[in-house]
Structure formats: C-alpha cells, structure tokens
C-alpha cells in the first residue's frame, strides 16, 4: 500500500459537467457541440447550459428571457425531471459502487470518501479516473473531480477541474491553492458578505487567511467571521456524511413557486404559501419527518431573493402550523406592494418522526391538526390528490 | 445640590433604584438616575417609560437641586465606597462624590430632557411582604417568556374583597395562588394584567419591610397602572409599572380536573432526581415518570445517546399511569411548592397533572398554590 504525502487526501467531490445539459444532447447527437440551454417557459430561469451556450454569459439561474438575448442561437429545451432524476440515480450507483461512503449533495454532485478503497482500486486520482472513464462509458456524460483532504477544498479543486478534468489538492498544498482565488468562492460568501470584505480591502482566500480573526468578526458576526478565517486556510469538515439524497433526514424539505405573473397582492401570496405548505407538510410526514425550523423564501420582481426562517419550540410535520409561522414571517416583512415572482417554504433541521415528542398544550383538543391532516394523507392515497385540500385552495387557479 | 448621607443608605437605595434601568435605553436620558432633594432627604427615580422605581432615603441637605447621572456608574460607585459618610455635591456640569478620600467626578445628563414619572395610584390596600414575595414567586413560576406572546409573559391579579388571586400560564403549564390581603374598601374588585418579571423583582425588592401597599389605577382599558410601595431603612420604595392588556387566558377553570390517580413525594427527593435524571434529557425532550405502587421510576434519554433512571419513593392511590414532562416545567412547579410534600393528582397521560403541596405524605394538599402541567406526548 502507498502513502505517499496526499495519503490525507481521500475526500472526492464529484460534479457532473453542465449536468442538464450534457444529458439531453445525450439523448438529442445532432446537438453536440452547440449551444444549448435546458429551462422553463420563458418566465422560467436556466437550469443549465451547455459550455458553448456559456460562452455567451448564459450561466444557471438566469432569467430565460436574458438568457435567449444573450444567445438567441440556443436551442432552448424543457426540462424532463424523470430523466435526470434517472441518470443522477445511476451515477450515484457507480459512487455507491466504489464506496458506501458517498453524501449526495443534489442530483449532479456528492462527496464521496475513498479512504478505505485505496487498497481494492488504488489512489485516490486512479479511482477519479476510474470512476469518470465508467459514467463517461456507462452514462454519455461528462464529470469532474476535485480531490482533497477537506469537503471544502475538493469542492473548490472540481470548480477549477471543469469542465472534464481531474484536479488534487495534497494537505500540504493547501493553502497555496486556496489563497489566490477571489474570496467569492469561499462557502458562506455571498454577494453581501463579499461586499463587506471588499470594503476592508480584502480580495483573495489569502486574504482573509491574514486578516485576524477578531477582525472578521467584528465584520462579520462571531460565527461567520471564524468559520471563513477556517475555511481560508484549509478548515472545515473533513469527513463524508453518508446520506442518499439531499433531503435525507438532517437537510430540509422544501417547495417553491413561481408565479405565473409577479404579484403584489398578499392574499394570493398567502394562499400560496398555504399550498406549498401542504405540499411540504405532506412530503414531512411521507418521509416520516418532523423539522423545527421553517423557512419563507421570497424572490422578488427584480430578482433580488430573501429568506427569513423561524424556529419552532416543538419540530413539526403540520401544514397549519408550517403556514402559520410562514405566514407571519410574510408578515413580518411590511412589504407595501412589493413585486413578488417567486415565493418558497421549507422546513429544516430534520429528524425522524419517532424520536420528536410533542408538548401538549392546555385547553386544547386530544385531537388536533396533526391527526387531521395524517387523516386527509390517507384520504388522499385512496381518492387522489385532490380529494381534500384547504377550501382556500378550491379556487380554480391552476 | 448639596447633601451628607450615610453611606448603606445611599448605597441601598441606589442599587434598588438602578436595578430598574434599562439595559439599553432607547434614550440616553434613561440611563441617568435622578436625584432630587426635598427637605429632609433624597428622592432617586429610575424610569423606562413602562416601570417606575423611586426611593426616598433621609439626608442632610446643605443645598436643594437636582441633577441626573449615569445610574449603572452610580450604582457600581456607591457599592464599592468605604464604609464612611458620603458627600455629594453639584457643581455645574459636574456632580462630585466625596467619601473618605475617595473622591469621584461625574458628567451629568440633562435633567430637563428626562420624563415626568407616573404618579402612585392611591392605594387599594396592603399585603404582608414576606408572603406576598413568596407568593409571587409561586405565581410566576408558569409565566411565558416568550416576548412573542407578551400577554403570556403577564401575571394575572383578581381582587375579590380580601383575597387576591393571582395566576400564569405559558399554555403549556399554569400557576394559582390566592392570598389574603386588607383591602381599603371590603367590596374591592378588580383585575390587572402585571408583567411577570417586573412583579417578581418588585416583590423580592420590598421584603425590607412589614407590608406592601398596592394600588391599582382604573382597571379599565387605556393606561393600566400598578404600584408598590414598601418601606427600607429611613426612607420608602416605590415601583410603578404599566399594565399589559388583553384577554387573558380562562386559567382558573383548568384547575377543575377530576383525578384518577393520586400520589404523594417528598418535594426534595424528586426535585434532586429530576435533576440528576435530566441531565441527559436534551433541551425539549421530557423526562419519563412511571407510578406504580409505592414508588416512581424516572427516566430521561434516548436509546441512541445517554440514557438515566431513578426511582424515588411515592405513595400512590389508583391506577398506575407513565406520563412525559418537560423536565424545566416539572422543576419549576417543584420547585415552587416550597412543602415537604408534593400531592400530584393525574387523569391520563394526554392531561394535564395537577400540583399542589402538602405538609406530609397523605395529608391532604394545601391549595393556596397550584400548578398544572401539561404532559409531553411520548412517541413509539
């Protein structure tokens, strides 16, 4: 068995290229090699785009009627969810193939730790290639991999790899990878975030890697300011939760909705929330969860996003107390007649339905909410998804 | 301004004054404490526009006036001078407090920003202080702190004549306690909605002396006020504080629970062992109580982590019954109970136990105090 000074780096952070994309020219040979954007209707957003479409400046979650300005060539193509769900399933096979220890991230992307298949199949770079050379054979699809000793910096190395390529990152070159990229790819760092560093003059990993602690704090806030000080100089989890799916217990479940034309009224917003929060309360006690925290996401006119979550004393699997929290956190916001496109719930902080215990409440009936709506599930499975639902919702909207 | 004053005194009153500052005044003249002088004294006020607090302690007064300083400095000041007498003086901007040869110099805030503080309500009547402190703290034992539910976050008074009943609950337990006081009119009635928090800290505060007085402004909607006043040393102190508003919860008719199962523990033992037991209960996952005959087996934790258990002796009349509690909930009605013996009465392990203490097992409880706690239902 070889040691060699990566032994350390076992962490194999796996992206397929252009996922969408690359699987529907798959399947359509005459549109290999040119642009194509896979996405919604023309109020819908890319999902993704081949790289000749991205030569464009068509990258992922931009507003399709951009995104055909700027590449009016493109084939634009709709989205088909079972296919892609199909081929992540049987990629996340072949991971699963080389060792059980793979945490999916979403359907194009998981972390796999190969520590324990060095000695079946070799280093950790043979099995990279390994494993590209069989979805390449098996699935017609392209992927990168970025290898290290951290989560963080495999997925930062397979950023830098794509599209189609290999990259490792030993311990000991850690930071010298890692400190001359822009510090927008750190995890954590978003536009806000990186709007407060560039005021310190920060630019790079590297630093924030040489900027005291205290001070990024201040900045910051105590928790983010030490995680990305970590971050910077090669920190963060360096194990592989096994986990078959991204909304395997412990992630979160959760719903969006696009509205078919921006609205301002918060009744329909509202009623709106109501649905997805059934949907999400049903999809809870379907995977026989209960999740404390509930989180409204709203996407406005303009595209700008904002979420605000609330958490719970007990967890929940209850549409009526999902929307409710939802609901007043939309309250919360004092929008006056703000252009809402877009608006979402989820309920995080997951576990299994067996382990949460519910306090009781004084005055209330022994049969609350919860058995009702377990009643409405089974009603459902018997007669169809429309059934029963909400009177709010019998409106014929949809 | 002017004035020589024993150092205890001033000391004490301060500390009981500043204890009503805010923390972070909304402002900064809130954070001053007011000094005023009057003939044979002082008066100190803190204020933050919901709770009043003012003491009156004697002095020698060389010269009238009255100026605001920073109450937390003041407070830190005075408890840590030498145990001499105190002389403070206004000079300008500037207040100066002399103590042996400790000599301190402070800015003062502008007096003439800071807001008229309530009057006193007159006085409905009066309660010895010693129970009344007890007695609150028993009646705010199941107030809410979630400030997301200001209502909860209240304690309920009703006066009847010459008792007075007071009541919390969060929804998930409730508290009762009556107590007799001497009202200044026997056919008093009337009810107020008291900050939980505020009613604990006033009540502690005013042991100094025999009696509480209190007076209630109009009960009925609008500006609600409820006032304290005791006596500490040579001079009084007094709290006012606005009244929360809104329909409280009916808590009094929750106590009306019939019980299948009664028992009977030694308040101290099973105070010690929820403790010990819950030590490996995570935050909001209860702690199991099993009765069977003669004794109660607690547990706590889960078969994936830490687990505990104990038993504890326990005289128990009826069916057995295992039932799930919030291990805080349970600890603070105990804890409450302040007798030898605890007297719980349950139905079923979805309703709600009742609480109550008794001076020995068997004996019949004791209903001045009552708390009713609500079980957690225990999954699988």
Not at chain 1, 123 to 131: F, G, M, N, R
């Amino acid at each position: 068995m070889s040691a060699g000074p990566m032994s350390t780096a076992t962490i194999l952070h796996v992206d397929m290229d252009a996922f969408y994309a690359s699987v529907v020219v798959r399947d359509r040979p005459e549109l290999q090699g040119t642009a194509v954007i896979v996405g919604g209707g023309h109020r819908g957003v890319v999902l993704s785009a081949s790289y000749q479409a991205r030569k464009f400046g068509v990258h992922s979650a931009m507003p399709m009627m951009r995104a055909r300005r700027l590449c009016p060539h493109a084939t634009v193509i709709a989205p088909d969810f079972s296919q892609f769900g199909a081929v992540s399933a049987a990629v996340m096979e072949t991971f699963r193939g080389i060792t059980p220890r793979v945490e999916v991230m979403s359907l194009d992307e998981a972390f796999l730790d190969v520590a324990g298949a060095w000695r079946r199949l070799g280093s950790p770079v043979t099995i990279a290639e390994q494993l590209r050379a069989r979805i390449a054979d098996e699935q017609g699809i392209t992927c990168s991999v970025g290898i290290a000793a951290t989560t963080h910096v495999a997925k930062l190395a397979s950023r830098r790899a794509k599209p189609d390529g290999v990259i490792v990152v030993p311990p000991d070159q850690v930071t010298s990878f890692l400190h001359p990229l822009d510090l927008e790819e750190l995890w954590g760092v978003g536009d806000k975030t990186a709007a407060s560093l560039h005021r310190f003059g920060l630019r790079t990993i590297g630093d924030i890697a040489h900027t005291p602690t205290t001070i990024l704090c201040r900045a910051l806030g105590a928790a983010l300011g030490a995680s990305l000080h970590d971050l910077a100089w090669g920190g963060g989890r360096a194990t592989v939760v096994t986990r078959r799916g991204p909304e395997e217990p412990d992630r979160s479940i959760g719903s969006d909705e696009t509205f078919s034309r921006d609205t301002d009224d918060p009744t329909v917003v509202r009623r709106e929330l109501l649905r997805l929060s059934t949907k999400v309360a049903g999809r809870l006690r379907a995977a026989r969860v209960v999740g404390r925290t509930v989180v409204l996401k709203v996407r406005f006119a303009d595209f700008t996003t904002i979420t605000r979550s609330r958490t719970l004393r007990d967890p929940t699997d209850i549409a009526v107390e999902i929307h409710g929290t939802a609901a007043e956190l939309f309250g919360a916001l004092g929008l006056q007649r703000a252009r809402i496109r877009l608006v979402g719930v989820r309920v995080e902080g997951l576990r299994p339905t067996e382990s949460a215990h519910r306090q009781l409440m004084l005055g209330a009936r022994a049969c609350g909410w919860s058995e009702a709506e377990r009643a409405v599930d089974v009603a459902l499975r018997r007669f169809g998804t429309t059934a029963v639902r909400p009177a709010s919702l019998l409106a014929p909207e949809r | 301004m002017k004035f020589r004053i024993d150092r205890d005194e001033l000391a004490d009153a301060v500390a009981w004054t500043a204890r009503s500052l805010p923390n972070r005044p909304s402002v900064p003249v809130l954070a001053g404490l007011l000094i005023e002088t009057a003939a044979d004294g002082l008066s100190l006020s803190g204020f933050d526009y919901e709770t009043s607090a003012q003491a009156t302690v004697s002095a020698e007064v060389a010269d009238e006036g009255r100026a605001l300083i920073s109450g937390r400095l003041l407070a830190d000041i005075c408890r840590s001078l030498p145990h001499k007498s105190v002389e403070v003086t206004q000079d300008g901007t500037k207040v100066t407090v002399v103590c042996g040869t400790a000599r301190f110099s402070l800015a003062t805030l502008p007096v003439e920003d800071y807001p008229t503080l309530p009057d006193m309500p007159t006085a409905s009547g009066s309660v010895r202080a010693e129970e009344f402190s007890r007695a609150v703290a028993q009646a705010v034992s199941a107030a809410g702190r979630d400030d997301m539910l200001p209502l909860l976050t209240g304690v309920r008074m009703e006066i009847e004549g010459s008792t007075i009943s007071m009541m919390a609950t969060d929804r998930f337990r409730a508290s009762l306690r009556e107590l007799s006081w001497v009202p200044e009119r026997s056919d008093a009635s009337a009810h107020a909605l008291v900050p939980a928090r505020v009613l604990a800290e006033t009540a502690k505060a005013l042991t100094a002396g025999s009696e509480v007085s209190v007076a209630l402004s109009s009960t009925g909607s609008g500006d609600g006020l409820i006032g304290f006043e005791g006596v500490a040393g040579t001079g009084s102190r007094r709290t006012t504080t606005r009244l929360l508003e809104g329909e409280f919860p009916r808590v009094r008719q929750l106590f009306q629970a019939e019980s299948q199962t009664i028992v009977w523990l030694e308040t101290e033992a099973l105070v010690e062992s929820v403790k010990r037991v819950s030590l490996v209960a995570e935050r909001n996952t209860p702690v199991r109580l099993r009765f069977t005959e003669g004794q109660v087996v607690l547990e706590a934790g889960s078969g994936d982590e830490a687990q505990a258990s104990e038993s504890v002796e326990a005289r128990v009349d009826g069916p057995d019954i295992s039932i799930g509690f919030n291990h805080q909930y349970l600890l603070d009605g105990l804890s409450a109970i302040g007798l030898p013996s605890v007297h719980m009465a349950f139905t079923a392990h979805t309703r709600p136990a009742a609480l109550a203490g008794a001076p020995e097992t068997g004996a019949d409880p004791e209903l001045d105090f009552r708390y009713l706690l609500m079980p957690v239902r225990l999954q699988g």
